[in-house]
């Protein structure tokens, strides 16, 4: 029985992901990790952090990564809410080096974006609330944790005034990173 589907993007090695999404008069049923259809599809599986960040309306997160040797690769998904999902591949030796990619993660849809190693990640939430679940195959680590700068790489964010971090505010352009992947 099919449990999933992978959809390829212009960004090799970045896939969304549709799992089959079961619902009743009581509401719905999502399996987001299956091991066996994970493993057929060449994915990752050893996912060694789960976690979950709530936003309201207008929040932008991102752009962020860990660089090695605690890189790892993302599963995302957006169980209350909508949120547009974006990725900027980072891998110098990439043809796609630099070039990003949006995506409509909703709870709705429950779709999936799973995103390799030597990827910025984030994400502007569009619904007034929306919950976000992350695994990732390895664990935080301070001293690798980074990120570049939102507003640099191109992206139309559709939002004049987003609610950002300190932190977010003040990540090195696109341009100023010198990337180790």
Avoid at 64 to 89: M, N, R, S, Y
Avoid at 143 to 170: A, F, N, T, V, Y
Wanted: contains cysteine; charged residues 25%.
């Amino acid at each position: 029985m099919k449990i999933l589907e992978k959809i390829l993007t212009p960004l090799e090695g970045c896939f969304e992901l549709l799992p089959i999404v079961r619902g009743d008069s009581r509401g719905s049923f999502v399996k987001i990790f299956h091991e066996p259809t994970f493993k057929e599809f060449g994915l990752a599986t050893n996912f060694n952090e789960e976690f979950y960040s709530t936003s309201i309306k207008n929040v932008l997160r991102g752009m962020h990564f860990q660089t090695p040797p605690a890189d790892h690769v993302k599963l995302v998904c957006c169980i209350e809410g909508a949120v547009k999902d974006v990725v900027v591949d980072l891998r110098k030796n990439s043809a796609t080096f630099g070039k990003h990619c949006a995506f409509e993660l909703t709870a709705e849809k429950a779709n999936m974006l799973y995103i390799p190693k030597g990827f910025a990640h984030g994400f502007l939430t569009l619904s007034e609330r929306a919950t976000m679940l992350y695994n990732v195959t390895s664990v935080y680590s301070s001293e690798h944790d980074k990120g570049i700068l939102w507003s640099s790489c191109g992206i139309d964010w559709q939002c004049d005034e987003p609610i950002l971090s300190d932190r977010d505010k003040i990540h090195p352009s696109l341009a100023e990173f010198d990337s180790p992947f």
